[in-house]
Nanobody, 116 residues
Framework: VQLVESGGGLVQPGGSLRLSCTAS????????MRWYRRPQGKERELVAA????????YYVDSVKGRFTISRDNAKNTVYLQMTSLKPEDTAVYFC??????????WGQGTQVTVSS
């Protein structure tokens, strides 16, 4: 089982990034997908989620209207489009997959730094 994130980097305030997470080793379409982030020295928080079947989305209040989560089951990939980025969005972003049972998988994380 693998979740591989990509797309992180350094961006100026107000800029945009798109994170990708490509899955392998399990039936991607059966899994709810989530993006978490962990700012340096702080707790990890759930940023966005998308359900497996109906594609229902959830966002933490701090990113509503700026971030969009989506998934492409044909490509086994979930995306996080981030716009109007702020310095407080700086964090390591992690991809997470979970099914209705006990299975939970994590990616290795990708660093997003918002700074001028």
């Amino acid at each position: 089982v693998q979740l591989v994130e990509s797309g992180g980097g350094l961006v100026q305030p107000g800029g945009s990034l798109r994170l990708s997470c490509t899955a392998s080793g399990f039936t991607f379409s059966n899994y709810d997908m989530r993006w978490y982030r962990r700012p340096q020295g702080k707790e990890r928080e759930l940023v966005a989620a998308i359900t497996s079947v109906r594609g229902i989305t959830y966002y933490v209040d701090s990113v509503k209207g700026r971030f969009t989560i989506s998934r492409d089951n044909a490509k086994n990939t979930v995306y996080l489009q981030m716009t109007s980025l702020k310095p407080e969005d700086t964090a390591v972003y992690f991809c997470n997959a979970r099914d209705s049972g006990p299975n939970v998988y994590w990616g290795q994380g990708t660093q997003v730094t918002v700074s001028s």
